[in-house]
């Protein structure tokens, strides 16, 4: 019987995109989440805050949020996670899968042992093979549009058996350059939630935005 780790694997596989939620206030994280599935979003990371401004708990609250919210609809995961607690606490709030900006084993390993997708943060063969050896589901590349879409041609030649995402200045005009590479998928952040539409509430232009990323990680 397949497991909702397996699950959520095959489900990035098929997909290609995971939506990363940063510093939404609270009141607008349904609704703007509700616009990103409506476009057809399946996977959200709600990163964790590095400046302190947001504690630990309030962000596995969110996760907790809309990890009921969406139950059995969306999966949610967390984001720039770099401690064994965070990821505890990401297990505890309903989270799926664990994004993570560096290789950092012991988080790779408490992941794994929560049952949850472990996608670590890597940019160099050394630390790509290491995050590999450690048990990561997917190695997140980034900052990826540092080096771009010849960098991961020239990495996935001797490292076709490690499945990578392409993260840091991905937009819908450059995810082509990508999947030719063989990339797995991607990660985007602020140009797939236009802070603009957001102030707005034009919840309806997001769910387009969304649907046109959607259809360029597929390569549509």
Known sequence: MKGIRQEIIET???ERLIVIVRGIEKSKLIP?????YEGGVRLLEVTYSTDGKVTDEETAESIKQLSEHFKGRMHIGAGTVVTKRQVKLTKEAGGEFIIAPDTNPKVIEKTISLDMVSIPGALTPTEICTAHRCG?????????TSLGAE???AIKAPLGGV???AVGGVNDKNMGDYLKTGISGFGVGSNIIDKKLLEKEDYSAITELAKRYVNAAKGE
């Open 151 to 153: 960098y991961v041609k």
């Open 32 to 36: 703007l989440s509700e616009a990103m």
């Open 12 to 14: 990035i596989v098929r």
């Open 136 to 144: 990561a589901d997917f190695v997140k590349l980034f900052p990826v």
């Open 163 to 165: 499945k990578l995402l």
